[in-house]
T-cell receptor, first 112, second 113 residues
Framework: LAKTTQPISMDSYEGQEVNITCSHNNIATNDYITWYQQFPSQGPRFIIQGYKTKVTNEVASLFIPADRKSSTLSLPRVSLSDTAVYYC?????????????FGSGTRLQVQP | DVKVTQSSRYLVKRTGEKVFLECVQD?????MFWYRQDPGLGLRLIYFSYDVKMKEKGDIPEGYSVSREKKERFSLILESASTNQTSMYLC????????????FGPGTRLTVT
């Protein structure tokens, strides 16, 4: 399974755009990139998933360059409630018989 | 809404006890997962199951076993609890699209004394 590397922590202020980059140099052809968010005392929550180029939903955008060796989760205009740990996962979870691997994640702290 | 429930939010057990952690999902999902989460280590996969009676080892299966007799229920068993198994245990499930979008339960904080 492809290993991911992401910053341990990031700080931001309310209203700013936050970009969290994840490196996955060994990504395989069949692998998708998935991001989760986890608040304290809760299980992780799926945010977004993509294979290439750009994906956007109501929560975030995911940018994936052509070589797919990295990806960037973009959170527009963060608020205090976006303070959480964000996990980048890479894997071929589509078969259902291979699980995704969570790393240590990026702890985002949003200040007022 | 998908609901994944876990039998206990908090559990305290003694060293050597057999511990059962139960997880139930109500969305008819094929795949179910057990993770443990420790400070600084993120989530680590213990076991997962993609069908009834099927199981696959994750990254840290030692000291654990699982049981999936019914599609909606996935049990994690600590055969002989040890203090290094003190942790937060999270159960998740996902549907036929695979492991991409997993739905997590609230977690069980297990303390082994």
């Amino acid at each position: 399974l492809a290993k991911t590397t992401q910053p341990i922590s990031m700080d931001s202020y309310e209203g700013q755009e936050v970009n969290i980059t994840c490196s996955h140099n060994n990504i395989a052809t069949n692998d998708y990139i998935t991001w989760y968010q986890q608040f304290p005392s809760q299980g992780p929550r799926f945010i977004i998933q993509g294979y290439k180029t750009k994906v956007t939903n109501e929560v975030a955008s995911l940018f994936i360059p052509a070589d797919r060796k990295s990806s960037t989760l973009s959170l527009p205009r963060v608020s205090l409630s976006d303070t959480a740990v964000y996990y980048c996962l890479v894997g071929d979870g589509g078969t259902g018989r291979r699980a995704l691997t969570f790393g240590s994640g990026t702890r985002l702290q949003v200040q007022p | 809404d998908v609901k994944v429930t876990q039998s206990s939010r908090y559990l305290v057990k003694r060293t050597g006890e057999k511990v059962f952690l139960e997880c139930v999902q109500d969305m008819d999902h094929e795949n179910m997962f057990w993770y443990r989460q420790d400070p600084g280590l993120g989530l680590r996969l213990i076991y997962f199951s993609y069908d009834v009676k099927m199981k696959e080892k994750g990254d840290i299966p030692e000291g654990y076993s699982v049981s999936r007799e019914k599609k909606e229920r996935f049990s994690l068993i600590l055969e002989s609890a040890s203090t290094n198994q003190t942790s937060m245990y999270l159960c998740a499930s996902s549907g036929s699209t695979g492991a991409y979008e997993q739905y997590f339960g609230p977690g069980t904080r297990l303390t082994v004394t």
